[in-house]
């Protein structure tokens, strides 16, 4: 079953488009992931689906039904976690949670048992009593998850859940997405950050210009490259490489060098190792290494749309 | 009850910043204090009621007048006056005219006779305005006693409420209020009017802490939100006032009336309407333009609406415009209820005040209507 359709939806601010006559499904169960660079779309589809923005066109079901139509319904199935720290810094973690729960019509056991739980999912279980102003950025981040769950929602939209926030935090963040997930939730995750959206979604769509232009397992979106290898040459020192050279030879499509690695991305069919080897021992580069990476969403975002993820 | 659950909030973190909460009580207070100290001088008029002092001398011997007069003295203690006996031998008149006494009354079997200060004051006004309602009656039942001794009690049941000699009685039955009186007043409904600055904040302040993301994608509509936070917003600003008003009363003495509940009735809506003022004009300009322009209005309302020097009688467009002021409606209303202890000259202040927090409650609606999310 389909948690959430989404068909030609477009949002237009003035005369520019930020989504584009978008179409997209999301299964139940799925740990969506949402990639795309700054601008691309993701929190303007995301505000669309929490009823935060109105679409100029399209429509969006929610569990089989209209979100425009049936607006309480579609708010109540729906835990928003926002790109930006959402929180009452005069409450404590305890009452923010509760407070947040209170508007989804949780009362009385049921809101205290669940504002407990959702803190103790998000590892605040002993910070309850806690002011947030008092809170490192990563336990922000995660006060700002129990506040969107306590309702156990059917769906729980991430809007970069893990910007700005150290790696612990970070993987606590990872593993509770999971662990809501195998609870019963279906998750739209948004990220700048591919190893994230690699390591936990089930299906993945890239966002570029307001449109999704793959969508699939991340299997699947590898499978678009591998036309292309990414060769990585480890030598004592990068500067006398000479790239022009380098890309003149047949097949290489881009080259990039850092101070001991040169990267070298050709198309696979062509068999030109030997002369890009050639040409680096020429450079009198030193090499130390070779590798032929395998292909990862990182490059499959720039053979898609010809940037990096991050600036 | 999410109208409930968001007013909680709303009163629970306002309570909980006590810094702010104590400023805010301060502020009024030390105003109240300086203006009332400062300016006393311009309240030649202020004497308590409480300060007036009658002599007496009874040779009566008939029991019945006997007990009316212990009535009178009795109705009159209960409004603060303090009654003496004469010593026998003593110069009552003499008394007065020194300035001990108020008045001095002599009674007799055949009527009373009475000597008041040549002072014009309140305070002698008072006494010799229920001095004389009491003489009239008292000659009266003295005569009675005499012709028709069965008549007397009817007379006299008729006669025995205190506030009787007192209403019907003064020559000049305004009390007037002294300047601590005024200024406790009038700082209390100018701060009343205040709380619309902080209710500029109610919808920015979800905005900047990015909860009104929140509040919007929650099963709640925005009216409910709205509700909650005027309701909030209203009680904790009420209570503030409220400890502003009994602060003064027993710090300073300051007198209220005794119509306490119509007082805090008119304070109340009051603060409701400026809630929705400030929630509306928040909510309509966003930013600091609506602080702006709000200040610039309490200021002028402040000062047109006699916050800082009671205004005398006005007339023609002056009176219109000074009226439309709601410190004026709200001032007038209080002036009234405390001083002529007139209950219904509350209710057109009430009345207009809950209109007007009514109007630009529906103003914010009709806004928040075009508007995609909170
Ligand atoms: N209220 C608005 N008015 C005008 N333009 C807007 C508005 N909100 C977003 N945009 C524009 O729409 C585009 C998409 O913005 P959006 O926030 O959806 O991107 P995003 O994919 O979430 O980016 P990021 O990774 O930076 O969060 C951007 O170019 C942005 O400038
Ligand atoms: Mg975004």
Not at chain 1, 107 to 126: I, N, P, Q, W
Not at chain 2, 76 to 100: F, L, T, W, Y
Request: charged share 20%; net charge neutral; with cysteine.
């Amino acid at each position: 079953m389909n948690v959430l359709e989404i068909r030609n939806l477009t949002k237009k601010f003035g005369d520019f488009a930020a989504v584009d006559n978008m179409t997209l499904s999301v299964r139940e169960g799925e740990i969506f992931g949402f990639l795309g660079a700054n601008g691309a779309g993701k929190s303007t589809t995301i505000n669309m689906i929490a009823s935060l923005l109105r679409s100029t066109k399209g429509e969006i079901d929610l569990l089989g039904r209209s979100i425009s139509a049936n607006a309480r319904f579609a708010k109540s199935n729906i835990g928003i976690v926002p790109q930006d720290i959402a929180i009452y810094e005069d409450m404590t973690a305890y009452e923010n949670v509760r407070f947040f729960a209170g508007l989804y019509g949780l009362r009385g056991e049921t809101l205290k048992e669940r504002t407990a739980e959702a803190l103790e999912f998000v590892g605040l279980g002993d910070k309850h009593k806690s002011y947030p102003k008092n809170f490192s950025g990563g336990m922000k981040r995660r006060l700002n998850i129990a506040c969107a769950i306590a309702h156990r929602p059917k769906l729980i939209i991430m809007d970069e859940p893990t910007v700005g926030i150290d790696p612990q935090s970070r993987n606590y963040i990872l593993n509770s997405v999971k662990k809501l997930n195998e609870m019963g939730s279906t998750i739209i995750y948004t990220s700048h950050y591919m190893e994230e959206v690699e390591e936990i979604c089930t299906r993945i769509a890239i966002v570029d210009h307001g449109k999704i232009i793959a969508d699939g397992t991340k299997e699947q979106l590898k499978s678009i490259i591998t036309d292309t290898k990414e060769i990585w040459i480890g030598v004592r020192s990068a500067e006398p490489v000479q790239v022009e050279a380098l890309k003149a030879i047949p097949g290489v499509l881009s080259v990039r060098v850092e101070e001991q690695t040169v990267m070298v991305s050709s198309k696979a069919e062509v068999g030109n190792l030997n002369r890009i080897i050639q040409q680096l021992i020429k450079d009198q580069a030193e090499i130390r290494s070779v590798e032929e990476q395998a292909p990862n969403l990182e490059a499959v975002f720039l053979t898609l749309t010809g940037r990096n993820l991050r600036d | 009850m999410n109208v409930l659950n968001i007013a909680w909030k709303e009163i629970k973190t306002g309570l909980r910043d006590t810094k702010t909460f104590l400023l805010m009580l301060a502020f009024p207070i030390v105003l109240i204090l300086i203006l009332g100290t400062a300016l006393s001088g311009a309240f030649s008029t202020s004497v308590k009621v409480g300060d007036m002092k009658l002599l007496y001398r009874s040779e009566v011997t008939s029991p019945q007048l006997a007990e009316y007069w212990n009535g009178f003295l009795k109705a009159a203690e209960s409004q603060g006056i303090r009654a003496v006996a004469a010593e026998a031998g003593a110069d009552g008149r003499k008394a007065v005219r020194d300035n001990r006494y108020t008045a001095y009354a002599e009674l007799g079997d055949n009527g009373i006779r009475f000597y008041g200060s040549s002072k014009v004051s309140i305070e002698t006004n008072i006494l010799q305005g229920m001095l004389t309602v009491f003489a009239d009656r008292y000659n009266l039942v003295a005569a009675a006693v005499k012709e028709n001794p069965a008549a007397v009690p009817g007379i006299v049941a008729a006669w025995t409420d205190a506030g009787d000699y007192v209403r019907e009685a003064s020559v000049d039955p305004k009390r007037q209020p002294g300047s601590i009186d005024y200024y406790a007043m009038a700082m209390t409904t100018m701060f009343a009017l205040y709380a619309a600055f902080s209710a500029t904040y109610l919808i920015q302040g979800e905005h900047a802490r990015k909860t009104a993301i929140r509040l919007s994608a929650a099963p709640v509509s925005r009216a409910e939100v709205f509700a909650g936070k005027i309701v909030g917003c209203t009680f904790y600003n009420f209570l503030i006032l409220l400890a502003v008003v009994l602060f003064s009363k027993l710090a300073f003495d300051a007198d209220w009336g005794s119509r306490f509940g119509i007082v805090l009735a008119v304070l109340a809506t009051e603060v409701l309407l400026a809630i929705s003022l400030g929630l509306a004009l928040g909510y309509l300009l966003k930013g600091e333009g609506s602080r702006s322009v709000l200040m610039i209005f309490l200021q002028i309302a402040s000062f047109a609406g006699g916050a800082y020097f009671p205004f005398g009688e006005t007339e023609g467009v002056i009176h219109l415009l000074l009226n439309l002021n709601p410190l004026m409606w709200a001032n007038t209303a209080l002036m009234k209820v405390i001083y002529e202890n007139d209950a219904l000259a509350a209710l057109p202040a009430i009345g207009l005040n809950a209109a007007v927090a009514a109007a630009f409650l529906i103003l914010a609606v009709i806004a928040m209507r075009k508007r995609e999310a909170l």
